[in-house]
């Protein structure tokens, strides 16, 4: 099956910040979503972004498909920003059957 | 819209018994998935549903799990013959469409989550 690699797998960050985290996957896909879980389990979908590049206030999201991986930047960070964030991604055909990436654990201090 | 509503949210069995967990997707949405979280393994597909019907089913032990998702009702998840390894927080997601490629339609929301405790 594809495989999902995010990296890195920890980042501490001081309030204010910015960071980039990065999604490698190892076929091609039709289908890439990330994802945060904050720290009480809740999973929020930030990016459907199969191509291209997209922004939601302090958060943006890259994905090169023809280079397989997908970036996510996350400016001015926010102790609200902690959690861990995942990239998920399918084949085509796989519609939301999605294999996710093992996570970057971010913490965000003051 | 009440999102992706999951119950119980914390549900505690001893060896041996039956789990059911239930989700409700979000109006409008006719696309149902239920992934699994274990420690240390990270999510995992299980089961993708749509009315009356699973779609595939390629993600779901072979043994013990069931899923349905009745023309009324809420999707539900069962687990019979508990085990401990068969603890985890198991999610229910939902889309309004299968997932093809270029259509926003298919982003998926998940639900709050079942943390099953197995003693």
């Known amino acids: 099956g594809i495989q999902v690699e995010q990296s890195p797998p920890d980042l501490i960050l001081q309030e204010g910040a910015n960071s980039t985290l990065r999604c490698n996957f190892s076929d091609s896909v039709n289908n890439l979503q990330w994802f945060h879980q904050n720290p009480w389990g809740q999973l929020i979908n930030l990016f459907y972004i199969p191509s291209g590049t997209k922004q939601n206030g302090r958060l943006s999201a890259t994905t090169v498909a023809t280079e397989r991986y997908s970036l996510l930047y996350i400016s001015s960070s926010q102790t609200t920003d902690s959690g861990v964030y995942f990239c998920?991604?399918?084949?085509?055909?796989?519609?939301?059957?999605?294999?996710f990436g093992t996570g970057t654990q971010l913490k965000v201090e003051l | 819209n009440a999102g992706v509503m999951q119950n119980p949210r914390h549900l505690v069995r001893r060896r041996g018994q039956e789990a059911r967990l239930r989700c409700s997707p979000m109006k409008g949405h006719s696309h149902v998935y239920w992934y699994r979280q274990l420690p240390e393994e990270g999510l995992k597909f299980m089961v993708y549903?749509?009315?009356?019907?699973?779609?595939?089913e390629s993600g779901m032990p072979k043994e013990r799990f069931s899923a349905e998702f009745p023309k009324e009702g809420p999707s539900i998840l069962r687990i019979q013959q508990v085990v401990r390894g068969d603890s985890a927080a198991y999610f229910c997601?939902?889309?309004?469409?299968?997932?093809?490629?270029?259509?926003?339609?298919?982003?998926?929301?998940f639900g709050a989550g079942s943390r099953l405790t197995v003693l």
């Open positions: 997601a939902s889309s309004p469409t299968r997932g093809s490629m270029g259509s926003g339609a298919n982003v998926l929301t």
């Open positions: 549903l749509q009315k009356e019907n699973i779609i595939d």
């Open positions: 998920a991604v399918a084949k085509g055909g796989g519609g939301n059957k999605l294999t």
